[in-house]
């Protein structure tokens, strides 16, 4: 299905043309964010059906296999041991445990699994075992997915090899801004674990945080970022931060909910055929403000009750708010887009 653009454009509109040979220069990207906001969701809309239904959503049920107790100095983090933030540290989940949350999630709804550590990186015997749970959750029929922190040589083989579909690694947010949120480790080394997970052949899930007291210029630094990726990333997580009691960024503005769908809807544009994913943030958003993000282009979503260590919307909630809007839920057949490069 085709949609024309409509006729009357006011002056500023046609300030945000796509830029050249797809690369996004930042300002590029911070003309999207300054659209009037009709005109930035309707772009978005547009490019949305142009590589989706914009009915359909991807389902992604989180676990955290591994709690607490990271030496990392992450500004938003719960699980950072530094903070006192209330969560316990907890040794590695035992494979029954994950297998039996990984059943749940696919009889729920979920077609992809996440586990994530909370490790600076993942010592070769901690692989071992996540290559166990990688394996057997494929089995079961579900994409996976694990975040465990930085790479080391050779470890994305050694998960590709056990299987797994996709590794989430975040830039978290503009180079400039990157230092005020965290300093045990630099943006290189994320760009370098990145790179070794594309190497591996593993598809790459990397986004961000916005709330964080970042500018709209950072927002498009970030975005400018992901966006020339080359190939840019399969999967994009916008979170929005759920500030916790006891970090470093408890306590400050919450970002307007109008910044957060603009931010969706520039991911979109800019990324056309990634899986966008509305992602931490929901339980604390409200139902008006998520339709507003599919609106935008969002058309994956964290499912269950629990994301790593905060809560998420329950899942029947979720059933009922995608019922509500008409949408349902990705079945489990492998997009289209995923076994391209962009
Ligand atoms: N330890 C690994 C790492 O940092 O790469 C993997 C787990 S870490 C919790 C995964 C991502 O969760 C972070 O990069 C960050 O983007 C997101 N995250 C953590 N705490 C958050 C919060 N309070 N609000 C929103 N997103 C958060
Ligand atoms: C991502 O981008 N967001 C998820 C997942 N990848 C691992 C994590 C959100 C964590 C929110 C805070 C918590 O629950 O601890
Ligand atoms: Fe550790 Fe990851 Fe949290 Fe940073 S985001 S403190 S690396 S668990």
């Given at each position: 299905m085709s949609y024309q653009p409509v006729s009357f454009h006011p002056a500023p509109v046609t300030a945000a043309a796509a830029p050249a040979a797809?690369?996004?220069p930042v300002d590029a990207v911070l003309a999207l964010f300054e659209l009037p906001f009709n005109e930035l969701l309707y772009r978005a809309q547009q490019v949305h059906r142009e590589h989706f239904d914009p009915a359909e959503v991807e389902l992604a049920t989180l676990l955290s296999i591994k709690t607490g107790g990271c030496p990392e100095d992450c500004g938003y983090c719960p699980q950072a041991a530094r903070y006192d933030t209330g969560v316990t540290?907890?040794?590695?989940?035992?494979?029954?445990?994950?297998?039996?949350?990984?059943?749940?999630?696919?009889?729920?709804?979920?077609?992809r699994f996440c586990m994530g550590a909370a490790w600076r990186s993942p010592k070769d015997h901690d692989l071992e075992q996540v290559e166990q749970m990688v394996r057997e959750v494929k089995a079961l029929g579900l994409?996976?997915?694990?975040?465990?922190?930085?790479?080391?040589?050779?470890?994305?083989?050694?998960?590709?090899?056990?299987?797994?579909d996709y590794y989430n690694h975040n830039l978290d947010t503009a180079p400039e801004f990157y230092e005020n949120i965290i300093t045990t480790r630099d943006y290189q080394q994320r760009l370098n674990t990145l790179g070794q997970v594309r190497g591996a052949g593993i598809k790459v899930c990397c986004g961000?945080?916005?709330?964080?007291?970042?500018s709209r210029l950072q927002r498009a630094g970030l975005i400018a970022q992901l966006a020339n990726m080359d190939p840019y990333p399969e999967s994009?997580?916008?979170?929005?931060?759920?500030?916790?009691?006891g970090t470093p960024l408890h306590g400050i503005d919450p970002l307007d909910p109008l910044e957060f769908g603009r931010t969706i809807a520039v991911a979109r544009i800019t990324m056309p055929k990634a899986r966008v994913r509305l992602s931490a943030g929901r339980r604390q958003m409200g139902e008006a403000v998520q339709a507003m993000c599919f609106m935008a282009g969002a058309n994956s979503i964290f499912y269950g009750d629990k994301l790593l260590t905060t809560g998420n919307p329950e899942v029947e909630q979720d059933q009922a708010l995608l019922a509500k809007l008409g949408m349902r839920a990705r079945s489990g057949a492998v997009d289209a887009r995923c076994e391209v490069s962009s």
């Open positions: 797809d690369t996004w540290a907890q040794k590695i989940l035992p494979l029954d445990t994950v297998l039996q949350a990984a059943r749940e999630a696919k009889s729920h709804g979920a077609t994409e996976t997915c694990a975040t465990l922190g930085m790479l080391g040589e050779g470890q994305a083989q050694r998960l590709k090899q056990a299987g797994l961000g945080i916005v709330g964080m007291g970042e994009v997580p916008v979170n929005h931060l759920v500030q916790v009691e």
